[in-house]
């Protein structure tokens, strides 16, 4: 049986790695809009401040922000805003299960 702690057999020995220096974020977009006057956005900006900062390149390899200056809560002012926020949405999402064939992330 294992010890609880990840990554430590049953002696007591630790692994070569720690559970952190595995850790890989998933590829993630954080979106947000300058006038959001319930979730200021500076938490998203600091959240991927944190990512870039904290994870290396290669742990972090898509981290990907928007910020609509319109808008509030929901992120877009009107429609035309909306269709465009979702259309960056359902680009990464489809990069990111890798649906349009020669797109990378």
Same mark, same amino acid.
């Given at each position: 049986?294992?010890?609880?702690?990840?990554?430590?057999?049953?002696?007591?020995? *630790? *692994?070569?790695?720690?559970?952190?220096? =595995?850790? +890989?974020?998933?590829? +993630?977009?954080?979106?947000?809009?300058?006038?959001?006057? =319930?979730?200021?956005?500076?938490? !998203?900006?600091?959240?991927?401040?944190?990512?870039?900062?904290? *994870?290396?390149?290669? !742990?972090?390899?898509?981290? +990907?922000?928007?910020?609509?200056?319109?808008?509030?809560?929901?992120? *877009? @002012?009107?429609?035309?805003?909306?269709?465009?926020?979702?259309?960056?949405?359902?680009?990464?999402? @489809?990069? @990111?299960?890798? +649906?349009?064939?020669? @797109?990378?992330?």
């Amino acid at each position: 049986h294992q010890d609880l702690e990840e990554g430590t057999p049953q002696g007591g020995r *630790a *692994a070569a790695e720690s559970p952190e220096e =595995r850790w +890989v974020c998933p590829k +993630v977009l954080f979106t947000t809009s300058t006038r959001d006057d =319930r979730v200021h956005p500076g938490h !998203a900006r600091k959240m991927v401040c944190s990512l870039l900062e904290e *994870a290396p390149p290669s !742990a972090a390899p898509r981290v +990907v922000y928007w910020e609509n200056t319109e808008g509030g809560h929901g992120g *877009a @002012a009107d429609n035309k805003q909306r269709a465009h926020m979702w259309a960056l949405t359902y680009e990464f999402l @489809a990069k @990111a299960l890798g +649906v349009d064939g020669d @797109a990378t992330l």
